[in-house]
C-alpha cells in the first residue's frame, strides 16, 4: 500500500515520532512521500516574530526561553526533518498553494497514493483532498475522541484536571476531528508535564497509526463512533488559560 504523509515541519518531535512510525510498518507498506507544510502552531499561518512574540505573551518568559534554547540546539545539533526524510529516500513533496488548491490535489495525484496520513496536518482538508486516495485520509489527534477536539488537546486535558486522555486516528471527514475513529488508545495521565505527555501521547499515537494503516490494509476495520453530540471542542489557549493551568499546579516541563 502506497502512503503519503502530510505534516508540518515541526522541531521538537516529529522526526523521531516519524522514525519511531516507520519502523513500525510492514513490508507491504510504502511512504512514496510526505507533504511538509510550514510550521503553525496556532492554528494558522504566521511569520516567525509573530509566533514567536504570541509565544512570549500566552506563555511567559520561562516558557519561551526553554523552548527558545531547545529550538536553537534542535537546528544545531539535530537532523532536520527533511534530511530524515531524504536519509530514508522518501520524497518531499513541495507545494507553492494551498493543500486543496487545483495544483497541489494534481501533484499529490501524480504519487498515486492509496492512503493520506495525516500527522499534525495544520490546514482544513476539504472534499477532493480527502477523496483523493482510494482508501481514504486519516488524521492521528492526541485525545480521546469525541472530547477535546481541536488544538493543544495535552493543555486542556491537564488544565481540566483530567485522569486520563489518549488517541484516537480516525477518517478525515469536512468537520473538525469528526470523522469515525479506527484505533483509540486510553492512558493515565498521572503527575505528567506537558511535554511529558506530549512525547508520551504521541509515541503512543505513531502505534495507533501503525494499527490504523494495517486495519485499513486488511480491511479489517471495526469503526468507533465520534458523536458530535458528545464533543467538546478548545481552541489555542488564551494567557487567561495559561495562568489558570499554573494555579493547577500543571507543569509545562
Not at 77 to 106: C, G, P, V, W, Y
Not at 203 to 228: F, H, R, W, Y
Request: charged share 25%; net charge positive; hydrophobic share 40%.
Amino acid at each position: 500500500m502506497r502512503i503519503i504523509i502530510i505534516t508540518q515541519d515541526e522541531p521538537f518531535y516529529l522526526k523521531n515520532n516519524l522514525k519511531y512510525l516507520l519502523s513500525l510498518f510492514s513490508d507491504k507498506i510504502s511512504v512514496v512521500g510526505c507533504v511538509v507544510n510550514d510550521v503553525s502552531p496556532f492554528g494558522k499561518p504566521e511569520s516567525f516574530l509573530k509566533k514567536a512574540i504570541k509565544t512570549l505573551k500566552i506563555f511567559g518568559l520561562r516558557f519561551f526561553i526553554y523552548y527558545s534554547i531547545k529550538y536553537i540546539k534542535s537546528k544545531i545539533f539535530n537532523t532536520s526533518l527533511k534530511s530524515f526524510l531524504i536519509s530514508k529516500k522518501i520524497k518531499i513533496i513541495s507545494l507553492n498553494s494551498s493543500i486543496n488548491s487545483k495544483e497541489s490535489l494534481d501533484k499529490i495525484s501524480s504519487y498515486k497514493p492509496d492512503l493520506l496520513v495525516s500527522i499534525l496536518g495544520n490546514q482544513i482538508f476539504k472534499t477532493d483532498l480527502i477523496n483523493l486516495a482510494p482508501k481514504g485520509c486519516i488524521n492521528l489527534h492526541t485525545a480521546l475522541l469525541p472530547k477535546y477536539r481541536g488544538l493543544m488537546p495535552t493543555f486542556w486535558v491537564l488544565k481540566n484536571n483530567e485522569k486520563y486522555t489518549g488517541v484516537s486516528v480516525f477518517f478525515v471527514d469536512k468537520g473538525i476531528d469528526s470523522g469515525p475513529i479506527i484505533v483509540q488508545k486510553k492512558i493515565e495521565i498521572g503527575n505528567l508535564t506537558q511535554q511529558q505527555l506530549i512525547i508520551k501521547t504521541k509515541k503512543i499515537g505513531m502505534e495507533a497509526v501503525a494499527q490504523a494503516v494495517e486495519e485499513i490494509l486488511c480491511d479489517s476495520i471495526t469503526l468507533i463512533p465520534n458523536p458530535d453530540s458528545e464533543k467538546t471542542y478548545f481552541s489555542f489557549p488564551t494567557r487567561n488559560d495559561v495562568k489558570e493551568f499554573r494555579k493547577q499546579n500543571k507543569s509545562f516541563f
